[in-house]
C-alpha cells in the first residue's frame, strides 16, 4: 500500500483514502478495543454517548473513566504516536504507536490494565465492519501503521471538530457533543426535534437490534465525517425518520448531492479542504442538511434555535459579555 510520505503543512490536509487503507483498518480496530474498554468502564448515557472518543490537541482521548473511586484514561497521540494510559492517582503506562498486529496491541493494552490495577473486561468481536469478525486477541492480519497518513487524517480531525463545535453552539434544544464514534470510524455531531421516532430497525454487524433502538430513540438530524463516499472521505448528514421532501431539499455548498445507497447528503471532504474559505463551505453544508431535515419534519426551530443565531459570529470579548458571571 503506497505511504503518505513526508509532513503536509496544509491546515486541511489531503487524506487520500487509498493511501492509508490498511493503517485506518488496523487503527480502527484498535480504536474499538480502546472504546470498548470506555463502553466496559462507564454507565450508559443516552443514545451511547457514554462510549464515545473526543478529539484532542493530540489525537483521541476516552476522557476520565471510573474505576472503584479512582479514575483513568486513555489518549492516542498521534504526533508523538503513542498510546498513553493515565490513572487518577498518578501511575501511568505508554506504548508506541507503530506496525504491530491487533492481537498484539491488544495483548499489551490489557497488560498494562491489568498492572495499573484495572483491569477491564471487554467483548473482543469487532462491531459494525463487515465481514471482519475476528477477535481482537487472534488477529495477526492487521497490523499496519503509516504515521504520517495517521497524523494527516488526526489534522482533518481536528478541523472538524473545530467547524462542527461552532455549528453545534447554534442550538438551544437537546445536541450532542461533538464526538468520535469507533464503531463506524467517523465524527459526528447529532441535533434532536425533542420527539421520540419510530423503531430503528437495525442493522449494523455484530450488533444487536436493541443498540440502534438506542442510538435513535428520538428525531434526529445528524451530521459527520467519515472515511467514506469519496475518495478522500466525506461529510454526510441524515434525518431519522427519514421526512417526505427530505432528500428533494435543496442543500449547499455544490458537490453536496444526495446518496441513495447511503441515504444521506454527502460532500467530499475535498469540496471543503480546498475551497476558499473551508469554514463557511462546511458550515453551509451542515446549516442547509439540518435546514432540509427541520422544515420538513416540523420542527419547532423557533425553540430550538431562539436566540443562537447571531453567538457564533461574535468576538471574543463580546461572547464574554454574554457568559455567566
Keep these: 500500500m503506497t505511504q503518505l510520505q513526508g509532513h503536509d503543512d496544509a491546515v486541511w ?27 466496559a468502564s462507564t454507565p450508559v448515557i443516552n443514545h451511547w454517548w457514554n462510549v464515545t472518543l473526543y478529539v484532542t490537541t493530540k489525537g483521541l482521548t476516552t476522557s476520565p473513566m471510573p474505576y472503584g473511586d479512582r479514575t483513568f484514561q486513555i489518549d492516542f497521540d498521534f504526533e508523538d504516536h503513542r498510546l498513553q494510559i493515565e490513572t487518577s492517582d498518578g501511575e501511568e503506562r505508554s506504548m508506541k504507536l507503530e506496525p504491530r ?17 484495572l483491569s ?13 469478525d475476528t477477535p ?35 442550538f438551544v434544544g437537546k445536541v450532542s457533543p461533538v464526538h468520535f464514534f469507533w464503531g463506524a470510524f467517523d465524527l459526528a455531531v447529532t441535533r434532536f426535534s425533542g420527539r421520540t421516532a419510530p423503531l430503528h430497525p437495525g442493522g449494523a454487524p455484530h450488533c444487536g437490534p436493541e443498540v440502534m433502538h438506542e442510538a435513535y430513540s428520538h428525531e434526529v438530524s445528524s451530521a459527520g465525517y ?32 444526495w446518496n441513495d445507497e ?30 432540509a431535515a ?26 464574554s459579555s454574554h457568559s455567566p458571571s
Design 13 to 39: 490536509p489531503a487524506v487520500p483514502m487509498d493511501a492509508w487503507a490498511d493503517t485506518r483498518q488496523t487503527v480502527h480496530l484498535w480504536t474499538q478495543i480502546v472504546g470498548k474498554i470506555r463502553m
Design 101 to 117: 498486529t491487533v492481537a498484539d496491541f491488544y495483548s499489551e493494552v490489557m497488560a498494562h490494565l491489568d498492572e495499573l490495577g
Design 120 to 132: 477491564t473486561g471487554i467483548w473482543t468481536t469487532p462491531v459494525e465492519i463487515p465481514g471482519l
Design 136 to 170: 481482537f486477541d487472534q488477529d495477526v492480519d492487521h497490523g499496519s501503521y503509516d504515521a504520517h497518513a495517521m497524523n494527516r487524517y488526526w489534522r482533518s480531525l481536528v478541523q472538524s471538530d473545530r467547524v462542527f463545535r461552532d455549528f453545534r453552539a447554534r
Design 226 to 257: 467519515w472515511q467514506g463516499g469519496g475518495p478522500e472521505g466525506a461529510y454526510y448528514s441524515y434525518a431519522y425518520p427519514d421526512p417526505p421532501g427530505y432528500r428533494d431539499a435543496p442543500v449547499g455548498p455544490g458537490g453536496a448531492v
Design 262 to 291: 447511503l441515504g444521506e447528503f454527502i460532500l467530499p471532504y475535498e469540496v471543503v479542504r480546498t475551497a476558499d474559505d473551508p469554514d463557511a463551505t462546511l458550515l453551509e453544508f451542515l446549516q442547509t442538511t439540518y435546514e
Design 294 to 319: 427541520a422544515n420538513t419534519a416540523g420542527w419547532d426551530r423557533a425553540a430550538l434555535e431562539a436566540g443562537r443565531g447571531d453567538l457564533p459570529g461574535l468576538s471574543a470579548a463580546e461572547r
